[in-house]
């Protein structure tokens, strides 16, 4: 677990309505009881495929973790966006670790680590070939939750649930995980497993009101707007009805 920055007290917090782009991967919102004045937050949800050295050449997957960190703070403090709230799946140590310093103070952040690579796959010619998940947001992180939620039984990669207790806006807990991909009947089996760990957690944070921003990388295909299984498990963490033909597309905004 690396921390970008040393803890620092929470400050005041006001009600959010949040906004979210989604390059990849969805972004949930529970409810939570409204205060006296609302505050809009931003969102930005990337799983940032660093795979430089395992991919075709040119392919953004290929890029390598200072391109991905120039383009990460790009989106970010694009004009009519600014996110406060960021969360990575499938990045390289390096580039969380190239990208904090570049967003300077108030930002902070928290990343997990998957899996490591050898030197000649992912993450190649960089100080670490840790590759894995990452909450960042634009305040203090005062406090963090990262749990163990299962492996991948293709790979064998370590899937995690990763947390942060931020103050931006309000009081809320910012989330993120990278789920098993739904590739063998074996590995569906342990993604819908993964999905019913975080689904039992989030709502029961709901249920204390405890309100929770997930962005995450569920590898399940909400894209296709006809994959009812895939939609029938996400619906009952989001804020906002989906509905019977809803999909979710690469750029898209969503309000909730």
């Known amino acids: 677990m690396i921390k970008a920055q040393p803890w620092r ?28 004045a609302d505050t809009r937050l931003h969102d930005l949800q990337w799983n940032v495929c660093d795979q430089k050295g395992s991919v ?22 694009a004009a009519d966006w600014r996110a406060s709230i960021v969360t990575l799946q499938e990045t390289c140590q390096s580039t969380f670790n190239l990208l ?12 997990a680590t ?13 100080t670490t070939r840790n590759w894995g998940i990452a909450v960042i947001v634009k305040g203090d992180i005062y406090g963090y939750d990262n749990r163990y939620i299962g492996n991948d ?13 931020v103050s931006i806006g309000r009081g809320q807990r910012v989330c993120t995980t990278h789920l098993t991909p739904s590739i063998s009947t074996e590995a569906r089996a342990e993604n819908r497993t993964q999905f019913n760990t975080v689904r039992a957690q989030v709502n029961t944070w709901a ?5 929770t921003s997930l ?11 006809g994959s009812v299984d895939d939609l029938n498990i996400l619906e009952d963490i989001y804020e906002s009805d989906l509905g019977p033909s809803s999909c979710l597309h690469y750029g898209d905004r969503h309000y909730y």
Do not use: H, M
Not at 60 to 67: E, H, K, M, R
Not at 100 to 111: E, H, K, N, Q, V
Not at 207 to 211: E, G, L, Y
Not at 215 to 225: E, F, H, I
């Open 215 to 225: 962005g995450a990388d569920l590898n399940r295909d909400v894209r296709s707007c």
């Open 114 to 126: 998957t899996v490591t690579f050898p030197d000649d796959t992912r993450c190649r010619n960089t």
């Open 9 to 36: 007290p929470a400050v005041a917090a006001l009600s959010v309505l949040s906004q979210v782009i989604v390059l990849s991967g969805v972004f949930i919102l529970t409810a939570a009881p409204a205060a006296a």
């Open 153 to 165: 039984p293709d790979d064998g990669e370590v899937r995690r649930f990763l947390c942060g207790d």
């Open 56 to 77: 075709p050449p040119g392919s953004v997957c290929d890029w390598t973790p200072s391109q991905k960190a120039v383009e990460i703070e790009r989106l970010i403090e």
């Open 207 to 211: 249920v204390q009101n405890f309100a």
């Open 100 to 111: 904090l310093p570049r967003l300077g103070f108030p930002w902070d952040g928290y990343f």
